[in-house]
Nanobody, 125 residues
Framework: QLQASGGGLVQAGGSLRLSCVVSGFTLDYYTIGWFRQAPGKEREGVLCGSSGGGSTYYLDSVKGRFAISRDNAKNTVYLQMNSLKPEDTAVYYC????????????????????WGQGTQVTVSS
């Protein structure tokens, strides 16, 4: 089970940190992805990292602004979002896959078996 939190309303240029607490399995051996879905758009991978740490996908528009981190002791994954823009407004989801995914597929929604409930991020201009 994954529980995402930390969303909210923030002004453009601000920051938020999303958390994803994992229960029922050990985070160490899973690939974790952060995805987002804006109204009327498909869900897209934002930042997705393999369990081995070797393959991390970044959506082009978030490079240099967003970062993913893990605290394996707390079984928690974080998405630090800085310099937020109105176009970052979406529902953000964390997801987990038991597979060690290569870079070409790590951002694919269908590769993930477990999903959190989503947390709304709204960035005002």
């Amino acid at each position: 089970q994954l529980q995402a939190s930390g969303g909210g309303l923030v002004q453009a240029g601000g920051s938020l940190r999303l958390s994803c607490v994992v229960s029922g399995f050990t985070l160490d051996y899973y690939t974790i992805g952060w995805f987002r879905q804006a109204p009327g758009k498909e869900r897209e991978g934002v930042l997705c990292g393999s369990s081995g740490g070797g393959s991390t996908y970044y959506l082009d528009s978030v490079k240099g602004r967003f970062a993913i981190s893990r605290d394996n002791a707390k079984n928690t994954v974080y998405l630090q979002m800085n310099s937020l823009k109105p176009e970052d407004t979406a529902v953000y989801y964390c997801a987990a896959s038991p597979k060690s995914l290569i870079l070409s597929v790590v951002r694919n929604v269908e590769e993930y078996d477990y999903w959190g409930q989503g947390t709304q991020v709204t960035v005002s201009s």
